[in-house]
């Protein structure tokens, strides 16, 4: 490993480019402090805790945001959208390029059209940030909060630097993210989220230390976390990610003949080869909608609740009963959630993967499966094959997004700490670290260096096989 490091300095361009990213990731995280202008920052300090210790649907909606989009609401600074209005806007086009056949077209153009969709990603990143930062702006001036200062609240002032703020920091971390994809080493977005995630953990560690109680005899008051807890968390965290390298880079690999072609004397193709389909296909995105919409549901029952919580008859008593059982942690809320889960890779991996394409595609090649013929057979078979593994892998998608939501509410664990032993958050830390690898040991290996797994060129990691 050590070995490993040092190989990679030796290497001009490779070091080049990982001192490139740390940069810039040095750059987001120190705008990350700068604060908003006008903005009470002693109030936010106490919203700030309020939010990290209230496990409502509010709390757990900013947790999630600021988990997922690399900032966070709750700091107040300029970087507080973080990036999720660019990824909103990547999805929205990733999703309309399958239905929209203008948009279809343009993708299938090759570089030109991917850069014209590129365009409109950033028009409609403009226009995501403007609204989500008029819905946060008002939040702060509302009677509720009072997080703006007397002297700029409701003025226009504010509004103009509040909006302006917010756009400019959201749009330099899309510029941020591009420079990482020129100049650095991996996916420049995929890696500002990651830092942002792993920013997070600090704070978690410091929690969970303050509320441990380290001595082996009696109770220490105001901390319920034992050091038998301590080791359980340890143990969960280590088994589940190795779980995520696991299945993230599990394959299924289709054996795939070329057919032979007689030139003259020679015979040229028959090679042997496979074509991987990946076991999680959808990625974290079943997880990241899944949980989105699970938000919902404890708004909306909360909010008819209050209204009926005085009312007498059935219907009043069954619109308590769900919005009980649909709090965070309670059974029906992790079945729902499990069920969309499922769903959404099923949808997710249908919109991504497209067997017939895949198999025109060998066909043209002059390639096939052995025992099918080359047309609807292959894509029959290839979308067979994917059916089957999207059930595994979505089963363990539901286990990732569960085991956080049962530590915390069966442990009596912070929701802080928790969200480390699984769901969005890990997954994307385990996917951006295994991409990060894969291309430093490319880099490596293409340079007569070895890997991580050690050797001079045979040993590299691999998807493994099912």
């Known amino acids: 490993m050590f070995r490993t490091l040092i190989n990679i300095f030796r290497i001009p361009e490779l070091r080049n480019k990982v001192l490139f990213t740390l940069f810039m990731l040095a750059v987001y995280r120190i705008g990350y402090h700068v604060p908003l202008p006008g903005v009470d920052q002693s109030r936010f300090e106490e919203y700030r805790k309020r939010t990290q210790e209230d496990d409502s649907a509010a709390g757990r909606l900013a947790q999630y945001v600021a988990l997922f989009s690399g900032g966070d609401l709750s700091s107040s600074t300029i970087f507080g959208l973080g990036i999720m209005p660019y990824i909103s806007a990547s999805i929205i086009f990733q999703l309309l390029t399958t239905v929209v056949p203008t948009l279809e077209k343009l993708q299938k153009e090759g570089e030109t059209g991917r850069k014209k969709i590129q365009e409109w990603t950033r028009y409609c990143t403009v226009l995501l940030c403007m609204v989500q930062a008029i819905i946060w702006l008002s939040y702060m001036q509302s009677d509720g909060a009072r997080l703006v200062m007397r002297d700029y609240a409701h003025k226009t002032v504010f509004w103009v630097m509040g909006l302006s703020a917010l756009t400019a920091g959201c749009i330099f971390l899309m510029w941020l993210g591009e420079q990482i994809d020129e100049y650095g080493l991996g996916n420049g977005i995929s890696l500002i989220i990651m830092a942002g995630i792993l920013a997070r953990m600090p704070a978690a560690f410091s929690l969970l230390a303050d509320r441990t109680a380290f001595s082996l005899g009696g109770e220490e008051p105001g901390k319920d976390i034992t050091l038998g807890k301590i080791i359980f968390l340890i143990a969960s965290f280590v088994f589940i ?46 997880i990241i909608f899944a949980q989105s919409l699970m938000l919902f549901p404890s708004f909306f029952l909360g909010w008819i609740a209050g209204f009926v919580s005085s009312a007498k008859g059935w219907f009043a008593q069954f619109i308590i009963f769900l919005n009980a059982e649909f709090a965070y942690g309670r059974f029906l809320y992790v079945l729902l959630e499990m069920v969309m889960i499922y769903f959404f890779a099923y949808f997710w ?100 260096y070895g890997g991580f797994l050690g050797g001079s060129g045979g040993k590299r990691i691999k998807g493994r096989q099912y």
């Not at 004397?265 to 995105?285: A, C, D, I, K, S």
């Not at 664990?413 to 769901?423: E, H």
């Open 349 to 448: 991996t249908t919109v991504q993967f497209q067997p017939k394409e895949m198999a025109n595609q060998l066909r043209d090649y002059g390639s096939f499966i052995p025992g099918l013929r080359p047309g609807k057979r292959t894509a029959d078979y290839l979308e067979k094959v994917m059916t089957r593994i999207t059930y595994v892998g979505a089963a363990f998608l539901c286990i990732i997004a569960v085991v956080p939501t049962a530590v915390s509410t069966q442990m009596n664990i912070p929701y802080l700490v928790a969200q480390f032993l699984g769901g969005t958050g890990l997954l994307i830390v385990v996917s951006v670290a295994l991409d990060m690898v894969q291309r430093i040991e490319a880099n490596l290996l293409m340079r007569n």
């Open 241 to 286: 990610v190795g779980g995520s390298i696991l299945i993230t880079q599990a394959q299924r690999r289709i054996p795939i003949q070329q057919a032979k072609h007689t030139r003259g004397r020679r015979v040229y193709g028959g090679q042997r080869q496979h074509l991987p389909l990946r076991v999680n296909h959808g990625g974290v995105m079943p």
